[in-house]
C-alpha cells in the first residue's frame, strides 16, 4: 500500500554497485560471463546507472581481475550503453585502461580516516590526493565524468567516530579536484539517523547541496534504511545499494553487507517515491546470482519474494 509522506523528494536514483561492490567480496572468483549477464539483466531491470567493475590490481582484488575482459565484451555487446557504466579507477594505470575501452564515467575512492587511507591505499589522509590528482584531471580533460567515494564516513573500526568536519574536509577536496558527485560510505554500518543528517547539513554549510551527495550504506546493525529515511529528509536524491545485499568491504571485516537493492525499492515504493526500477525483475536477477554464489541471497525483500532463495 502506498502512503506517501510529505516533504520527501519525489523521485530518487539508484546507483547500483552489487557488480563491483558486490562481487569484489566474494570469496570465490565469478566467471566473467556470469558478470556480465548479472550486468545486463538489472540494466534491463531499469537500473539507470550499474557500476561494473573496478580496474584495480589483481593482487589486490583477484575477484575483479577480468574487468579489462569484462567492459571489452559489455561494449561489444551493448555497444554505447556499456560505455556509459561507471568503473573505479584506483590510479592512473586504471584510468588509461577505462579510457582505452572508451569508458565515459569513472570513480575513485577516497578514505575520510588516516588508519583506513593507510590500510586501503597505502597513503596517508592527506597524501591519498597526490594519488587522485593525475587521474581526475585526466578524467576531466577527456570529458568524463568522476564520482568521488569517501569511505569511513561515519564511524571507522580502528578509529572510532569520524569527526564530521574531517569528512566534509575530503569530500570538498575531491569536489576541488574535479568530483561531479560525492558518496558517502557508512563502511561498516554505524550510521544513525541524527549523524547522516548533521554529515548533509555540515556539507551544505560548506557549501555542498545535497545534489551532489550520495549516500552508501551498510546494513551490518539493521538501520540502512532508517538512515535512507533520515538522508530523504535531508534532501539526498541518489542511493547506493546492491542487488541482494551482496558486498561489503575487503580491507574492513567489520563491513557486511550493503543495503540490498531490492529493499530500498520496497521502501521507496510504499512512500510513493518514483524510481524507475523493475522490483520484480531486480528480484529475479538476486535470486538468480544467489544460485550462481551457491547461497541464500541476504536480501529481506528477495527472501520474502522470491519463496526463500
Known amino acids: 500500500m502506498v502512503v506517501p509522506e510529505p516533504g520527501l523528494p519525489e523521485r ?18 565469478v566467471p566473467t560471463e556470469v558478470k556480465a549477464e548479472f550486468v545486463r539483466r538489472l540494466l534491463a531491470a531499469g537500473l539507470p546507472i550499474v557500476e561494473a567493475t573496478s580496474f584495480v590490481h589483481p593482487k589486490w582484488v583477484p575477484q575483479l581481475a577480468d574487468a579489462a575482459e569484462l567492459m571489452t565484451g559489455l561494449v561489444a555487446d551493448l555497444g554505447d550503453p556499456a560505455r556509459e557504466l561507471p568503473v573505479l579507477v584506483p590510479n592512473e594505470r586504471g584510468f588509461e585502461r577505462a579510457y582505452e575501452l572508451g569508458l565515459r564515467h569513472v570513480a575513485v575512492f577516497a578514505s575520510a580516516t588516516e588508519t583506513f587511507a593507510g590500510k586501503n591505499l597505502n597513503r596517508t589522509l592527506t597524501g591519498q590526493f597526490e594519488m587522485f590528482q593525475p587521474t581526475m584531471a585526466r578524467a576531466v580533460d577527456a ?104 558486498g561489503g568491504c575487503p580491507y574492513a571485516h ?26 520484480d525483475a531486480v528480484v529475479a536477477t538476486s535470486a538468480w546470482m544467489a544460485g550462481q554464489l551457491g547461497r541464500p541471497s541476504p536480501s529481506a525483500v528477495v527472501r520474502a519474494l522470491a519463496g526463500g532463495v
Open 12 to 29: 530518487v536514483t539508484i546507483y547500483e554497485v552489487g557488480p563491483r561492490d558486490g562481487l569484489q567480496n566474494e570469496a570465490t572468483t
Open 254 to 279: 567489520s563491513a557486511t553487507g550493503n543495503l540490498a537493492t531490492e529493499d530500498l525499492l520496497w521502501f521507496l515504493t510504499g512512500l510513493g517515491i518514483e524510481h524507475g526500477v523493475d522490483l
Open 143 to 246: 570529458g568524463m565524468t568522476v564520482r568521488g567515494y569517501v569511505s569511513m564516513c561515519f564511524g571507522d573500526p580502528w578509529e572510532g567516530p569520524v569527526p564530521v568536519g574531517q569528512v566534509v574536509g575530503v569530500g570538498t577536496h575531491l569536489l576541488n579536484l574535479g568530483a561531479d558527485q560525492l558518496s558517502l560510505g557508512d563502511t561498516i554500518g554505524v550510521a544513525t539517523p541524527g549523524h547522516v543528517k548533521e554529515l548533509v547539513a555540515a556539507f551544505g554549510e560548506a557549501g555542498v547541496g545535497p545534489e551532489r551527495l550520495a549516500l552508501h550504506f551498510h546494513d551490518t546493525y539493521g538501520q540502512a534504511l532508517t538512515n535512507v529515511h533520515a538522508g530523504l529528509q535531508a534532501g539526498v536524491t541518489t542511493y547506493d545499494a546492491s542487488a541482494g545485499g551482496l
